[in-house]
């Protein structure tokens, strides 16, 4: 069974970005919940400064999973990537993901890695940083299979990185590892940009789509721009894919209209109950 979710950043650092909620985890769940997601999936600025309490509370409130909770804070905020020439960067970029690890993982939830998994800059080759990635990966695997989830890595698009910008690129990367519980974030704004068929690269990809961002092609809420989403859904069920639809959205023209939008065009695609504009949800 398919399921929704929406975002909630809790990084000021990364205001403006695409994400629905801003204004804490009380009022993110509680609108998240009126409209009937699913479950949230939550951008911490740390693991530490994540209160996982209050967090479990407002869940079990609210009749909220965790999708996933995401790492990319690491590089806003502190600038850690796990291919970045410094031996000892690259080991407090582990560190930082290792903690999210944890936190997500008391609530059998995954993290993700994004814009942690950095490039390739000048005097770094692609060899090199895909090397860095790997070993990344090798270690930060098991500490995710040890809570029962996989670990998420997100292939972005060239825009922001230029290691990994699709999902078959993704699929390579993880080919040979020893740790067979890494899977990809299939986000659709980036595939949009990067795959010559969404539905195509998600059905190539198969099992190892572990989660997807739900997003249109302007990274608006789905609905909102010219992403045929038809086609998506018939991939992600013909490959058998249970997990979240996840909106990573730009909250516009607000944060209500864009999970509302989302909401809506989730039901229309997935669970067939469209519901006429401005309807209360009901849970």
Not at 215 to 229: F, P, S
Request: with cysteine; aromatic share 6%; net charge neutral.
């Amino acid at each position: 069974m398919i399921r929704s979710a929406v975002t909630i950043s809790l990084v000021p650092e990364a205001h403006g970005g695409p994400f629905v909620y801003w204004d804490g985890l009380e009022a993110g769940c509680a609108q998240a919940a009126a409209l009937g997601f699913d479950a949230v999936e939550v951008f911490p600025r740390s693991a530490q400064e994540l209160d996982a309490r209050r967090l479990h509370q407002l869940l079990a409130q609210h009749r909220l999973k965790l999708a996933a909770v995401g790492t990319g804070a690491g590089w806003v905020v502190h600038k850690l990537r796990v291919t970045y020439p410094d031996a000892m960067i690259r080991a407090r970029a582990r560190d930082f993901i290792a903690a999210i690890i944890d936190v997500a993982g008391r609530f059998r939830a995954p993290a993700i890695i994004g814009s942690m998994q950095g490039r390739c800059d000048e005097g770094v080759s692609r060899e090199e940083a895909t090397g860095w990635l790997r070993e990344a990966l090798e270690e930060l695997g098991p500490r995710a299979q040890a809570h029962g989830v996989p670990l998420l890595l997100e292939p972005l698009n060239r825009y922001e990185s230029n290691l990994l910008n699709t999902l078959a690129e993704g699929a390579a990367l993880l080919e040979p590892l020893q740790t067979r519980n890494v899977r990809l974030l299939c986000d659709l704004f980036h595939m949009n940009i990067e795959e010559v068929n969404l539905a195509e690269a998600l059905r190539a990809a198969g099992p190892l789509v572990g989660h997807v961002h739900f997003a249109d092609n302007n990274r608006r809420a789905i609905g909102l721009g010219h992403t045929d989403v038809a086609p998506v859904i018939s991939a992600l069920r013909d490959i058998g894919y249970k997990g979240y639809l996840s909106a990573e959205v730009l909250p516009l023209p607000d944060s209500d209209a864009a999970a509302r939008q989302t909401i809506q065009s989730f039901r229309r695609w997935v669970s067939g109950k469209a519901e006429p504009k401005g309807a209360p949800a009901k849970r």
